[in-house]
């Protein structure tokens, strides 16, 4: 039995059994499907057929990376080093690169790192490809760790990756998407399941803003803020799902819109030293 990639631990409520396959919640909360499929098993997910959907929603998927660059240039005014994990065919990473940045990325599927053949991009798994500690000014991952084998492992490597003080920004559906499951149900007639054996989205790892805040506090992230990502639907009918979750974020601050955004930091430890020298 796989352990809980957050806390270790193996008291699990088994959520949905989809017979070889289950989706459990540990006691620690985390939500996730075990067995975790091999390495061979998730890469052959995202081949070039996993990418085609995508072409059709190009303009919607353009504004998503504008806001997405927009929100992260907020962070930080200068543009230093920037790394994307899971960079897909480099769509956000050029656009960044346009904007002043100098770019990075890695990526697990062999058809969309081809795309990016002329950038700075490494296949694998960022904790394969050999990038060097202390280097970046910020890394993001947009809706990649919860496609990830070890998302702990995954966080661990983007904190040693970072500078001091560097910035972290992460995407990933919210399990407690509440206003898309009530749309799901009223639509469908029934409630929408965690796992599909066909799925084309193979989601291993589902997380809350509290299981997400711990995992990253847990390598050494501090400064967690968890925000509404207003970029997680790209499909016209959860766009609308996810505006009416956002109106009802604004009005009563419950974050259940269809993901979340969490910016976290890697402490400035050198400055501190200095402060107190
Ligand atoms: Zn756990």
């Not at 062999?110 to 970046?136: K, Y």
């Not at 959860?238 to 259940?256: D, H």
């Amino acid at each position: 039995m796989d352990r809980c990639n957050l806390c270790g631990g193996t008291d699990f409520t088994v959520l949905e059994d989809h017979g070889t396959v289950q989706v459990v919640r540990c006691a620690c909360q985390l939500v996730f499907v075990t067995p975790v499929p091999s390495r061979g098993e998730i890469e052959k997910t995202y081949q070039d057929d996993y990418y085609e959907p995508w072409k059709e929603q190009e303009a919607a998927r353009r504004h998503i990376w504008t806001r997405r660059l927009r929100g992260l240039q907020q962070l930080d005014r200068r543009r230093g080093r920037l790394l994307d994990v899971g960079c897909g065919e480099a769509t956000f990473l050029r656009l960044a690169q346009q904007e002043g940045w100098q770019v990075s990325g890695t990526e697990l599927s062999i058809a969309a790192a081809a795309q990016a053949a002329d950038l700075d991009v490494h296949r694998g798994e960022v904790w394969e490809v050999g990038l060097s500690g202390d280097t970046f000014d910020v890394v993001t991952s947009w809706h990649v760790i919860e496609h990830a084998s070890d998302p702990k492992r995954m966080v661990a490597e983007l904190f040693r990756l970072l500078r001091p003080g560097g910035w972290m920004v992460l995407a990933t559906p919210n399990v407690h998407d509440y206003i898309f499951r009530l749309g799901y149900l009223a639509g469908r007639g029934q409630w929408p399941t965690l796992y599909e054996a066909d799925e084309r989205e193979l989601h291993l790892f589902h997380f809350s803003a509290e299981t997400l805040s711990r995992l990253v506090q847990a390598v050494g992230f501090t400064d967690v803020q968890i925000r509404f990502d207003r970029g997680a639907a790209a499909v016209s009918t959860k766009r609308l799902v996810n505006q009416v979750a956002y109106g009802w974020y604004r009005l009563t601050g419950l974050n259940w819109g269809i993901g979340l955004e969490l910016v976290a930091r890697k402490p400035a430890f050198a400055a501190a030293e200095r402060l107190c020298a």
